[in-house]
């Protein structure tokens, strides 16, 4: 099966630009999902520490020390909070000026690690395999970030089992 999505952009501050994932078909983007999941849940209180890191993130920059490391030590993909929290989100951080906001989820205590839920399992595979998907495009020259934006092909594919 392939699913097909376009990187948009999602808010625009003054340091940073946030971008974000809307697959084909799907009426509201990955972050937006994630954001009313979580907003009515008795996760609240965590995803007002994950909005509040955001918040941060326009007034430093999107530097790595906001973001707990996941997946491969040669991808930007990353997760907020970095302390404790059973609420993640996973992001894609492309630089000191662009990131893009995935989804994520609930990751209980008693869990080691993203890749025992499939649900959080299948966030990370999805930033990872853009992150690769960029990387590819800007060797093409069918993509290019200059400061904070990412302009050229935002579309893509991900080939993932049935």
């Known amino acids: 099966?392939?699913?097909?999505?376009?990187?948009?952009?999602y808010k625009e501050y003054d340091k940073?630009?946030?971008y974000t994932i809307h697959f084909d078909g799907e009426s509201?983007?990955?972050?937006?999902?994630?954001?009313?999941?979580?907003s009515s849940s008795k996760y609240l209180p965590d995803l007002q520490k994950i909005l509040a890191v955001l918040k941060n993130l326009t007034i430093h920059g999107v530097l790595e020390r906001y973001f707990r490391r996941e997946s491969r030590m040669n991808d930007g993909v990353g997760a907020i909070p970095i302390e404790t929290s059973e609420l993640r989100l996973y992001c894609l951080?492309?630089?000191?000026s662009i990131i893009v906001l995935g989804s994520g989820g609930v990751k209980p205590r008693t869990q080691r690690t993203y890749n025992e839920d499939p649900l959080l399992n299948d966030c990370?595979?999805?930033?990872?395999?853009?992150?690769?998907l960029i990387k590819m495009k800007i060797t093409q020259g069918k993509i290019s970030m200059n400061g904070k934006s990412i302009t050229g092909d935002l579309k893509f594919y991900i080939k993932q089992n049935d």
């Open 1 to 9: 099966m392939e699913r097909r999505f376009t990187l948009e952009l």
């Open 16 to 18: 940073v630009n946030f």
């Open 28 to 38: 509201d983007t990955e972050f937006d999902k994630f954001l009313s999941t979580f």
């Open 93 to 96: 951080r492309l630089c000191d």
């Open 124 to 132: 990370v595979k999805v930033l990872a395999t853009l992150d690769s």
